[in-house]
């Protein structure tokens, strides 16, 4: 069974500084993907970055990084000159590859406050 | 130019009254899933139809159903919702094709039942 372990409940940060939101997972499956989703309170998970498992590089998109260690099984999303609209739920996800349709596992989430 | 659409964004429903929420997209995706979000809690997946197939997570209860009449619509039925049933409900899609794939979400609709 595939886990994802988010141990940071509420994170603070000074607008326009850099901030690190920690995710570990656990599974066996050596293909899997990882996801970082935002949700602001208004509701809606907006997808903001994916990284395979395969993937040499870390993946990038924009303001947002992956920091993948694949030893460590872990997969920090990195945010860079934080915004006060980043004030959001963060949730690391992660879905293995194999055969059928499998399901998407979300961790508990980070809360994150930027402030001014 | 929304790709994933649900109404209403607030439903309130009284203990034991059936309600449907619907959601739509225009993504063309052959995967649309119904997940169920408790305050402060991760998102939970009910079910999700792969194409015309549906599947049901093991644990979500008889009293949730769903219906996909076709690509781009599907349902979430509550037959008698409870207190519990109070949550934010997220439909989410994906093109699956062999390979790793994405599910965007929509805005969520948000259940009060009284």
């Known amino acids: 069974a595939q886990k994802i372990t988010q141990t940071q409940p509420g994170m603070f940060v000074q607008e326009k500084e850099a901030v690190t939101l920690d995710c570990t997972y656990d599974t066996s499956d050596p293909s899997y993907g990882l996801f970082w989703y935002k949700q602001p309170s208004s509701g809606e998970m907006i997808f903001l970055i994916y990284?395979?498992?395969?993937?040499?590089q870390n993946a990038t998109e924009g303001r947002y990084s992956l920091n993948f260690q694949k030893a460590r099984k872990s997969a920090n999303l990195v945010i860079s000159a934080s915004q006060l609209g980043d004030s959001a739920m963060y949730f690391c996800?992660?879905?293995?590859?194999?055969?059928?349709?499998?399901?998407?596992?979300f961790g508990k989430g980070t809360r994150l406050s930027v402030i001014a | 130019d929304a790709m994933v659409i649900q109404n209403p964004r607030y439903q309130v429903t009284q203990f034991g009254k059936p309600v449907t929420l619907s959601c739509s997209q225009t993504?063309?995706?052959?995967?649309m899933y119904w997940y169920q979000q408790k305050s402060s809690q991760a998102p939970k997946l009910l079910f999700h139809?792969?194409?015309?197939?549906?599947?049901n997570e093991a644990d979500t209860p008889d009293n949730f159903q769903s219906r996909r009449p076709n690509t781009s619509f599907c349902f979430l039925d509550i037959r008698s919702p409870g207190l519990g049933d109070a949550a934010m409900y997220l439909c989410?899609?994906?093109?699956?094709?062999?390979?790793?794939?994405?599910?965007?979400f929509g805005p969520g609709t948000r259940l009060l039942v009284l």
């Open positions: 989410a899609t994906s093109r699956v094709s062999g390979g790793m794939e994405t599910q965007y």
């Open positions: 139809y792969y194409d015309k197939d549906f599947n």
């Open positions: 993504l063309n995706h052959n995967v």
């Open positions: 990284q395979g498992s395969y993937d040499q």
């Open positions: 996800a992660m879905r293995v590859l194999n055969s059928g349709n499998t399901p998407l596992v």
